[in-house]
């Protein structure tokens, strides 16, 4: 099964680029990357997905190695609505199922 | 805009009663999953049904049980709740596909007494 390790927590201030790693050693040959951003009483939101290279879209990037065992989930110049939950998440299949691993997320405090 | 709606946002309940969760999605995903979210836990996974009357077990099925009779619709239900099933319920729907990002609800946070 695909596993995820993320750091738990990160703080930065405002401005900043801030960049969460996600490691995924076993990612399945077919399996995308994706990302979601959990505020408190909420439910995740998702932010962006990818397979390999780099994906773009208007309020992060995803930088993904040749080798797929990992990712780095960037935010640039983050604000304080930022403030959030992080979760990198692998699609793993099994048969003719498959199971979604969440990570444990990590917890970004952005400062003024 | 897709919605996933869960009936209640809080719900307080006793042990032994049988509770029902239910979660409504309006963009005709076929696949919609129940997760609970703990403190330091995430999200973890407790079923998941990619049509209509068909389910599996996601990590966590113990103590619960689920119905998907209408593509729209899936419940969760404890059969004899315990304290140990307090927790944030969290519902998601997806379009067909094991990568197609999910959507979520915004939750029911469930106390066993």
């Known amino acids: 099964l695909a596993k995820t390790t993320q750091p738990i927590s990160m703080d930065s201030y405002e401005g900043q680029e801030v960049n969460i790693t996600c490691s995924h050693n076993n990612i399945a040959t077919n399996d995308y990357i994706t990302w979601y951003q959990q505020f408190p009483s909420q439910g995740p939101r998702f932010i962006i997905q990818g397979y390999k290279t780099k994906v773009t879209n208007e309020v992060a990037s995803l930088f993904i190695p040749a080798d797929r065992k990992s990712s780095t989930l960037s935010l640039p110049r983050v604000s304080l609505s930022d403030t959030a939950v992080y979760y990198c998440?692998?699609?793993?299949?099994?048969?003719?199922?498959?199971?979604?691993?969440f990570g444990s997320g990590t917890r970004l405090l952005v400062r003024p | 805009d897709v919605k996933v709606t869960q009936s209640s946002r809080y719900l307080v309940k006793r042990t032994g009663e049988k509770v029902f969760l239910e979660c409504v999605q309006d963009m005709d995903h076929e696949n919609m999953f129940w997760y609970r979210q703990d403190p330091g836990l995430g999200l973890r996974l407790i079923y998941f049904s990619y049509d209509v009357k068909m389910k599996e077990k996601g990590d966590i099925p113990e103590g619960y049980s689920v119905s998907r009779e209408k593509k729209e619709r899936f419940s969760l239900i404890l059969e004899s709740a315990s304290t140990n099933q307090t927790s944030m319920y969290l519902c998601?729907?997806?379009?067909?596909?094991?990568?197609?990002?999910?959507?979520f609800g915004d939750g029911t946070r469930l106390s066993i007494l």
């Open positions: 998601a729907s997806s379009s067909f596909g094991g990568n197609q990002p999910q959507h």
């Open positions: 998440l692998v699609g793993d299949r099994m048969d003719s199922s498959y199971k979604l691993i």
